[in-house]
């Protein structure tokens, strides 16, 4: 019997288990109603007296050890199994995930930036205006098609409230408060009463630049207007400038630059014209400076004024204006590199 107690202890010794159930598969098997260790203490009964002094105390010893070799498989199981709901330091940590400016914010800003670097300063006006600001102090005449309620939200009809239609307005607002020289540019959202398409929305963002001091000519207004380009563009671009008309300004001119997909020969996007149109501008025209109380004899200057979403478009090659106001967190992330 104490060969079978000492192969037991070995036994028992080695025990493990994988799971709470092994563990109690072993309870029944050494310490159950017909377990190894109870038959022993069966087979103990029938020993004389002597032997049984002897080997009582080892067997109690055995059944001792079983008894706690087993409780601390179930007990190092269960704590496996209470460590499966606390956190696991081990684990690599988990990367922040950054946000990202907006498309047309990182235009607007690089667009500033390159302004700023030649010495225009940003200004800013009202979304809601009056029609003085918007229309009549820049010479729109009284029927002018742009007053019709077809291209303008209006707030309020006589006296008339509206949404901007072109930043132009912050020009008056400025020049009213302020004598030249003046030399500004002027990022905002403006409203139109438009159709929402992919080329059009009724909400837009434009930067509008304006410069009065004494003896601005148009070849002022070409040359900064060529800085710009290149600088938003790249070194290599052209600029042409076509006759236009705006009511504020005269000589009128609407500015392409030479395609910057196709470089110029041609493709889907200047529609193999080689060229595609980015803004307006052209030189005050005096009745806008008598307006605002300016000196037109002794003073000029130039405005310019070009669509955000237009020079994004362009520059990261975008189809669709809509992308610009949908939220679509697919295309936004795109522009996460971008500063
Ligand atoms: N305000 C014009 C527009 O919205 C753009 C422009 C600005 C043209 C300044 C000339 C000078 O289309």
Redesign the pocket.
């Known amino acids: 019997m104490t060969e079978r107690i000492q192969e037991l202890i070995a036994e028992i010794e080695a025990l493990h288990a994988e799971s709470a159930e092994q563990a109690e598969q072993l309870r029944i098997a050494y310490l159950g109603k017909k377990g190894k260790v109870t038959i022993l203490f069966d087979d103990f009964r029938l020993l004389p007296g002597e032997q049984k002094r002897e080997l009582g105390q080892i067997l109690n010893k055995l059944k001792n050890l079983a008894t706690e070799k087993i409780a601390g498989l179930k007990n190092s199981l269960s704590q496996v199994a209470d460590n499966s709901d606390k956190p696991d330091l081990t684990l690599p940590g988990e990367s922040m995930r950054l946000g990202s400016r907006h498309p047309i914010s990182i235009t607007r800003n690089e667009i500033v930036a390159i302004f700023n670097r030649i010495g225009f300063v940003v200004t800013e006006g009202p979304e809601i205006e009056d029609d003085w600001h918007v229309f009549s102090a820049l010479n729109f005449p009284p029927e002018h098609p742009a007053r019709d309620m077809q291209d303008t939200f209006f707030i309020e009809k006589s006296p008339d409230i509206l949404l901007r ?4 307005s912050v020009q008056v607002r400025v020049m009213e408060k302020q004598q030249p020289p003046i030399r500004i540019i002027m990022p905002g959202r403006v409203f139109r009463n438009e159709a929402i398409s992919a080329r059009a929305h009724c909400i837009f963002h ?1 930067v ?1 630049g304006l410069y009065i001091a004494e003896n601005v000519s148009f070849a002022d207004l070409k040359q900064t207007l060529l800085f710009f380009a290149k600088e938003m563009f790249g070194e290599e671009t052209r600029i042409r400038l076509r006759p236009s008309f ?1 009511p ?2 005269e000589p ?1 001119a609407e500015m392409d630059i030479s395609c910057n997909l196709c470089g110029g020969k041609g493709c889907n996007m200047c529609k193999y014209s080689g060229w595609v149109e980015i ?4 030189m005050v025209d005096p009745n806008v400076l008598e307006s605002c109380n300016i000196d037109s004899k002794k003073y000029s200057g130039y ?3 070009m669509g955000i979403e237009r020079i994004a478009i362009l520059k990261h090659k975008i189809k669709d204006i809509r992308l610009f106001f949908d939220n679509d967190i697919r295309f936004l992330k795109q522009f996460e590199a971008v500063l």
């Open positions: 239609t072109h930043t132009s434009q509008e705006f504020f300004t009128s803004m307006g501008c052209g405005a310019f004024g």
